[in-house]
């Protein structure tokens, strides 16, 4: 079972994650981050990576989160692959906060 | 514009998402990497477990990096019996170690060189088709095995003793390993740790995969899943979800049982053992059994540290698997802790007496020890290329003679170079191989084998 980018990473973006991840599979626009599930080989290194907890693997997502697998799923096939760190969002600290990360 | 010649020593992941980084820069770089084996991947070929092959889809990743231009790959090159350090810092501009902890840690007491008694490293090498663990002999006849750890390793080498050899069968694990495995009388194995179920290392994934195997049982006694307050401290960390992950599969196997009389179609047992210290293994020529000093924790949360009781236990066992943390190699020209089995570094700058070597730099398990996964490299691998390429500023102007340097002494000193297109023959070699049991692949566990194929 693949992971999962959840809603935390919307106004973040800290992409600390993709520095972690061994083989490419995370894409990006402008708001988010979302995983290609046919590339993620499920090592898990992006999970403790997140400085906002938004990174599940399937097993242990929360049921309130599923449609996420889908948005990954769907928003992976067509966004870019984002192969470096890149600053957060401006916002990114203030939502840290307001999440109680 | 002039390039930089950087020489990595090591192939495996921390050595490829340097390679990646270099390549990716804005500078002109060749990339020499030297590898002992004639087959790259380090740890993705002859560590991670067969039953995984979803992570060794990070191959891709690499195999792309290797045909990248501004890559060699010098395989079958062996540094400090074939080349030094020295000889490729003047033929590089920098050199990157990355030769990953290749060593285990003892356990330190009696009866560790007894036969039967094990490092993971060799058990994991032996069934991965690692040439220098080829002709290691495990006796599987034997009923109890004991395995000394409580990590992703530990887990590993339960999940290989104890998984039916039907599912092994199609994954590129050695065929001797799968014949020898297949004949193994193996009942029961006992995971055994110092501390306690939030404290072990697991990763939660490995634990509950353990669960799953077919007909094997997991155990646990109810009364070590009863812990303290520090170990609620630590549970209730936000950054420590694991091991809440872990108490929670841990309080969900079997209650501990002194089982019936063990028949070879008894369903295999894995047992979790929380709290015991090696004391001493047994026997006269092999080994007959372990002895262990029972412990209690004492001290803060995330630094808890175990006590003694007083107390000891025996278990009766043929087999002792000792996973307890792994150690890099030393080389010359180059300063190693001791301590720590790693070499000095800040952020990847190799320190010696106390400033940084011109030039010299490490990433991965040899940089910051044996800890993280596949992707944690890649992160580590970034800082190191951030401060070499920080530091090679002008370099250029002093002109390397890089792979056509090294190239040379080595021709010089008669080494069989392996490179990119030999390694792809040896690859395609060992696929066709696996065909035919319908394996992904069958790999040489040899390395004349591997230099054979290349002879024809």
Known sequence: MPHIVTENCQSCRFTDCVSHCPVECFHEDDERLYINPDVCVD??????????????????????????????????????????????????????????? | MLKIHIAIVGSGPSGF?????????????????????????????????????????????????LKQDGMNFFGNVTVDEDISVEDLLKTHHGVIMACGAP?????NIDGENLKGSHAATAF????????????????????????????????????????????????DIAEHALDALAESQIRKIHVVGRRGPVQAKFSPKELRELVDISNVTTEVDVNDCEIGEQCKVELSDPKNISSGKNL???????????????????????????????????????????????????????SQTVISTGETEHISCGLVFRSIGYRGVPFKDIPFCDDQGKIPNKEGRVIKNGKAMPG???????????SGIIGTNRA??????????????GVEKTPKSG??????????????????????????????????????????????????????
């Not at chain 1, 049921?63 to 948005?71: F, L, N, Q, R, S």
């Not at chain 1, 096939?77 to 192969?83: A, R, S």
């Not at chain 2, 006796?139 to 092994?168: M, W, Y």
């Open chain 1, 43 to 101: 090592c898990g290194a992006c999970i403790p990576a997140c400085p906002v907890q938004a990174i599940y693997d399937v097993v242990d997502m929360p049921e309130d989160k599923d449609p996420w697998i889908k948005v990954n799923a769907e928003r992976s096939k067509t966004l870019p692959v984002i192969m470096s760190k890149q600053e957060p969002l401006p916002t990114a600290e203030a939502r840290r906060t307001e999440l109680g990360l």
């Open chain 2, 17 to 65: 998402y340097a390679a990646e980084a270099l390549l990716r820069s804005d500078l002109n770089v060749e990339v020499n990497m030297i590898e002992k084996l004639p087959t790259p991947f380090g740890l993705v070929r002859s560590g991670v477990a067969p039953d995984h092959p979803k992570l060794k889809q990070s191959i891709l990743v690499y195999d792309r990096i």
């Open chain 2, 103 to 107: 060593l285990d840690n003892k356990l």
């Open chain 2, 124 to 171: 994991v090498g032996w069934y991965n088709g690692h040439p220098e663990y080829r002709d290691e002999k495990f006796d599987f006849k034997q009923k109890t095995a004991i395995v000394i750890g409580h990590g992703n390793v530990a887990a590993d080498i339960c999940r290989i003793l104890s998984k039916p050899v039907s599912e092994l069968k199609k994954s």
């Open chain 2, 248 to 302: 929670e599969l841990f309080r969900s196997f079997s209650e501990l049982q002194t089982s019936p009389e063990l028949t070879p179609h008894s369903p295999r047992k894995i047992k979790f053992r929380f709290y015991l210290t090696s004391q001493k293994i047994h026997g006269a020529e092999t080994v007959e059994g372990m002895s262990f000093f029972k412990n209690q924790l004492g001290g803060q949360a995330f």
């Open chain 2, 360 to 370: 010299v730099y490490v990433t991965g398990w040899q940089k910051r020890g044996p």
């Open chain 2, 380 to 393: 580590d691998s970034i800082e190191t290329v951030d401060c070499l390429l920080a530091d090679m500023a």
């Open chain 2, 403 to 456: 792979s056509d340097g090294l190239t040379a002494l080595l021709k010089k000193r008669q080494v069989q170079i392996v490179e990119l297109d030999d390694w792809l023959k040896i690859d395609t070699s060992e696929i066709a191989r696996g065909k035919k049991y319908g394996k992904p692949r069958e790999k040489f566990t040899r390395v004349d084998e591997m230099l054979d194929v290349l002879s024809v």
